[in-house]
């Protein structure tokens, strides 16, 4: 099938910036929709951004707009997070989530996850 790893992640002060990658592996070629969602502690796992594989379809949590920005490379089978004016509501884990279907904002519709990388924005 097909495998997701994310890296990226750290320690950041407020108004600092993070590059999130999360690189496929094995049948990546079936892949349309790949994207991010992140679960802080207590909380449930939402989405961030995700993006179609054309880039025709991009939709992006009202909390980061103008702040992150998800871009993908089909040639490296990646995409990527950048993550501008970081806030400390930004602190979360961060999966990266593939799907050979549509554009969907529902966890539940990705059948393909990362392990996580842990973002953390200090005040």
């Known amino acids: 099938q097909v495998q997701l790893v994310e890296s990226g992640g750290g320690l950041v002060q407020a108004g600092g910036s993070l590059r999130l990658s999360c690189a496929a592996s094995?049948?990546?070629?079936?892949?349309?929709?790949m994207g991010w969602f992140r679960q802080a502690p207590g909380k449930e796992r939402d989405v961030v951004a995700v993006?179609?594989?054309?880039?025709?379809?991009?939709y992006y949590i009202n909390s980061v707009k103008g702040r992150f920005t998800i871009s993908r490379d089909n040639a490296k089978n990646t995409v990527y997070l950048q993550m501008n004016n970081l806030k400390p509501d930004d602190t979360a884990v961060y999966y990266c989530?593939?799907?050979?279907?549509?554009?969907?904002?529902?966890?539940?519709?990705?059948?393909?996850w990362g392990q996580g990388t842990q973002v953390t924005v200090s005040s």
């Open positions: 993006r179609s594989r054309s880039g025709s379809t991009t």
């Open positions: 094995g049948r990546s070629f079936s892949i349309n929709t």
């Open positions: 989530a593939a799907t050979e279907g549509i554009i969907s904002l529902q966890r539940h519709d990705y059948n393909y």
